[in-house]
Structures are given as structure tokens and as C-alpha cells.
């Protein structure tokens, strides 16, 4: 299958576009290719480009899957299209245009000026001012486009079920992951058994461990499978109580996506968790009561949160160490995601080079270097990279255990 987008962008004469251009190519998937043409125009400060963009590898006949990672890359090429280092020369969406058998299509980008019906425009009151948001910005959630528990069902289960049968179509569909094979299958077979039961049967995940174990890389590529109309991705960091309570009784006017996603679910408020009780057990209801109102509001809803810190995330809602809280009881299924081993990092730091640039070369000084200061942490191991030539000759690598000693000696002086 074939896919396009036709992009332009105008820039003064002596500009150079090519950097530009290359930089929206990064929309594309692993098992993608992608390649610009240029269409001449008559004006020549007006850069118009074809992106073509094909499907190479993985399951090329899962039209389902496709249209998931094509909606996924437009999503992923209008948020480069306005990266701030743009500034008030940003690229624009012209088209976008699925392959013909595609099964899925994805809504074509309107230009602002484009032509539109007025009896389908909705009037502001009297008084009222339009809320226009600065560019780059949109809202977080999309209460527009949902999809309801049946019609998922019959999209996305005989993926899911391929997938829990299938290591070569698991390793596919997660690629970039590494050991947590154990961890997705768990959680395919929750997803599985919700979808199954129609909703009935919810038994909710949660993925913890210390950072940067692929705990988030896993909702992601969860989030492709399922559809992000599937999907309510929250950061418990910034989400209130208030703010639930507007999102599922006022925004969510045509029903409710059937999996919430809940990042670091253990650093949000307890006021805000408190809401989340009633949608997790079997109730499956939200309830909204003061003096002035008394709403109920049903959602079976199968939520999948990570968390870093598991004791504070037990702790929680009444929860000790020896006995978990309201919060963590509703969770089920708590799958641990441990730091990498010698062999995974190695597969890590190899997945960078071939993506970001960089010498296989560097990789066996790097794994050295984090055995040497005792560190597993995928984020500090591939921090090494940027000593780049430096780790061959072994300069990089006195830098660092020098400023580790430092640190180590001042702590036990203290």
C-alpha cells in the first residue's frame, strides 16, 4: 500500500529547505519507507513536496494494523510540521491521502480557507470570543473522535489474538523493546478477555519499576495496536479532579474510549485518584455529586497505568507496606519491568546508533564504562554515546569515572 501527504512551506530566497524536509521524514515508522519530490510551483519561495510512504516490513496485509501506524504517522508529521524551530515559517499539511484499498481513512487536512458548509457551522453567542491556541499547541485529548467497545472489537481482537500466538508478529508490532515479551503477552490477554466480554471482564494493569525499563514504550506501541480512538492517555502529573470530572461529563458527549492509559499514575493527587475508585471496580461508574447536581455517568473502561515508585503507589487511598491501599487493590494485574541486563543494553545502545548515527564500535566502551560506576540505567548508558570517537581512545571514559569519584569520595565525607 502507497500513502502520500503533499506539504509546503515558504521561505525567503536564500533559504535552504532540504534540512527542513529530512526533518519531516522522522514521522516514519521502522517497517516504513518514505521519499520527497519536489512539485514546482510558480512561486519559488513556495517549497512543495509529495512524501510517498509504503509499508516494507511486518504484516503488509493487516490493513487494520496499517491504517493504526499510517493515522499514528500523520499525527507525528503534523506535530513536526510545527516544531518551533520553524518560528513563523512553519510547514503546512496541504493533503493527506491513503492508498486506495486502504480500510481505514484518515480525515484529509483542511486548508484554512478551504470552502465549507455554514449550516454545519456551529455560531459562538453574542459576547463570546473565539479561543484560538498559539501555534504548537492542541488540545491533549480528542473527545471528537471515539470509538465504542464493539466496533474496536471487531478491529483490533484478531490482531490481538495473532499477537499473543505469534513471537514473530509480538517482536513486530513492539519492536524496539527489549525481555519484556512476558509483560506484553499479560497484557494483551487482559486486553483480549475485555474485549471478548464485552466490557464485562476488566482487570486492570499496572506496569512499575524504575525509570526508563520500558514501561511507557509499551503503552505506546499498545496505543498503536488498540487506535488512539481507543484510547484516553492521561499524565497523572498534571491531571485534577476537576478536570476528569469536565472531560467524561461534559467533553465526552458521544461515549468514551473503551482503555484509559494513566502515566506515573502514582505522583497524581489523591483527590484526583479518588474519582478513578467507582470506574475501576465493578461498579464501572463515575459519580459527580454536590449540593447543587447528583450525575452518574457509566464507563467500562480497562485502565493501564505505570508507576516508578510501587510503595508510594501501594501507600496510596489508605494502603502500608504490608497492605495496599483502595487504589492498588483495583490493579490486578501488576507486572514488575526490572532494568536491563548486560545483553539488552547492549541490544539498546545498537538500536540508537542505527537510528541517531554513531559507530558499533562505541558500544562495548559504553557497557564497560557503566559497569565501571555500577549503573544500569538505560538513560545514563546511552548518555555515554555522546562521547562518540573519545570512547575508542578512552578519553571520555577518565572524564566520567573522575567526576564519579569526586561524587563518591564527597559522600563519605558526609
Known sequence: MTHRAIVRRKLSRNQNQSASIDELKRCVKKSWSVSAKRIRTEDECVHRYVLTFEKVRGMK?????????????????????????????PWEIVEVIPAVDADILVPRV???DSDQDNSQIKKRPKGVKQRIAPRGVHDAVNTHNVIDLQGLKNRALGTINKLVRSPKAL???????????????TILSSVKSFLESDGRRRNHVLLWGLPACAKTQILLKLTEVLGEDAVLRLD??????????????????????PFCIIEEIEKCAEEALRVWLGALDDRGELRKINYRIMQVREVQILCLASANDKLIFDKLMGGTEKKPGALSSRFVNQLHCPRPNRKVLELILRRDIQKNGGKIAWIQPAIELAEQIETNDPRKVLAFLDGA??????????????????????????
Request: aromatic share 10%; net charge negative; hydrophobic share 30%.
Open 389 to 414: 570517537e573519545r570512547l575508542e581512545t578512552g578519553a571520555y571514559q577518565r572524564d566520567i569515572i573522575r567526576i564519579y569519584d569526586q561524587c563518591k569520595m564527597e559522600r563519605e565525607a558526609a
Open 171 to 185: 517482536n513486530e508490532a513492539f519492536d524496539g523493546i527489549y525481555d519484556r515479551e512476558p509483560q506484553i503477552r
Open 236 to 257: 497523572a502529573t498534571s491531571t485534577t479532579s476537576a478536570g476528569i470530572y469536565k472531560l467524561f461529563f461534559d467533553e465526552y458527549q458521544n461515549g468514551v474510549p
Open 110 to 112: 483542511e486548508e484554512e
Open 61 to 89: 496485509k493487516d490493513k487494520h494494523l496499517i491504517a493504526r501506524e499510517w493515522q499514528s504517522m500523520t499525527h507525528r508529521l503534523h506535530q513536526l510540521c510545527n516544531l518551533s524551530r520553524w518560528q513563523d515559517q
